[in-house]
């Protein structure tokens, strides 16, 4: 598994913005996709898949709930996946994920796994 860190996350207000980076130091993300995961507070609740950035050049994919607020980018020169998303609202809050599988796209992210700490995500005023 690809070792990633997640950071970029803090307490912000209702409708601000937040970019979260996923990175992977002194490892290449090319080719690779990347996936971005919340996990809501409560702990019954499980991980749910917000986005993801193809490694095969196929479409992105955002969840609904961040349609059209998220947008998801590389740097491949800093091996580092962004999520940017803007007009933030409560049930944002969670902590944020990322995961890296291979050579592939994101039509399923069930077999993403993840290996960092996630970095903390709270919306509220």
């Known amino acids: 598994q690809v070792q990633l860190v997640e950071s970029g996350g803090g307490s912000v207000q209702p409708g601000e913005s937040l970019t979260l980076s996923c990175a992977a130091p002194?490892?290449?993300?090319?080719?690779?996709?990347v996936g971005w995961f919340r996990q809501a507070q409560a702990p019954e609740t499980g991980r749910d898949g917000i986005?993801?950035?193809?490694?095969?050049?196929?479409?992105?994919y955002y969840a609904e709930s961040v349609k059209g607020r998220a947008t998801i980018f590389r740097d491949n020169s800093k091996n580092t996946v962004y999520l940017q998303i803007n007009s933030l609202k409560p049930e944002d809050t969670g902590v944020y994920f990322c995961?890296?599988?291979w050579g592939t796209g994101c039509t399923d992210l069930s077999g993403f796994a993840t290996t960092g700490q996630g970095t903390q995500v709270t919306v509220s005023s």
């Open positions: 995961a890296a599988e």
């Open positions: 002194g490892f290449s993300l090319d080719y690779y996709a």
């Open positions: 986005s993801c950035i193809s490694g095969i050049n196929s479409p992105s």
